[in-house]
């Protein structure tokens, strides 16, 4: 299992629906950077209208529930992109009611998949955590990093 000092290569998908949300993925993108990792997240849109801050840039995409055939498998370019790429860490960080992003997830190529413990997605993802759906944003990613941390995070020394 890879950790955060092994993982170069970072995917992240989010509920972009508001802006509190997508400026938090921001700074996380800005701190990952900073890390030398590489980073492009996916906003899920969970509304009919886009808001005003989901323009796509170079690390940032969007796609809402039309990015999606009615068999869930994608097929708006940006998804299907976002689901080939080499990530060596795919972070959700979405509420387990988004089931489009899940199907995303599991079919993403990425290494490592993490996100929250729910038991019928157990089979998604490779690191799972205890995290309810009512905690922010922010505590998520917060728990998510602190225990990617964790795993071999012991520099080679040979």
């Known amino acids: 299992m890879l950790g ?4 170069i290569n970072l995917g992240i998908v989010y509920d972009a629906s508001s802006e509190k949300n997508y400026r938090h993925v921001n700074q996380l993108v800005r ?3 900073k890390d030398q990792k590489k980073v492009k997240t996916m906003g899920f849109v969970n509304m009919k209208k886009w808001p005003g801050h989901c ?3 170079l690390v940032f995409d969007f796609c809402d529930a039309k990015a999606f055939a009615w068999n869930q498998n994608p097929i ?3 998804v299907k992109d976002f689901i080939q790429a080499d990530y060596d860490v795919l972070i959700d960080l979405t509420p387990s009611g988004f089931h489009l992003v899940k199907y995303l997830c599991a079919v993403s ?5 993490t996100g929250r413990f729910v038991e019928k997605y157990i089979d998604i993802y490779d ?3 205890q995290v309810d759906d009512s905690n922010s944003i922010e505590e998520t990613s917060s728990q998510v990093f602190y225990y990617l941390k964790m795993i071999n995070n012991e520099q080679d020394s040979e």
């Open 4 to 7: 955060y000092s092994q993982a």
């Open 31 to 33: 701190d990952l950077q």
């Open 127 to 129: 690191l799972m955590l």
């Open 55 to 57: 323009l796509p840039q």
């Open 76 to 78: 708006a370019q940006n």
């Open 109 to 113: 190529k990425a290494t490592m998949k």
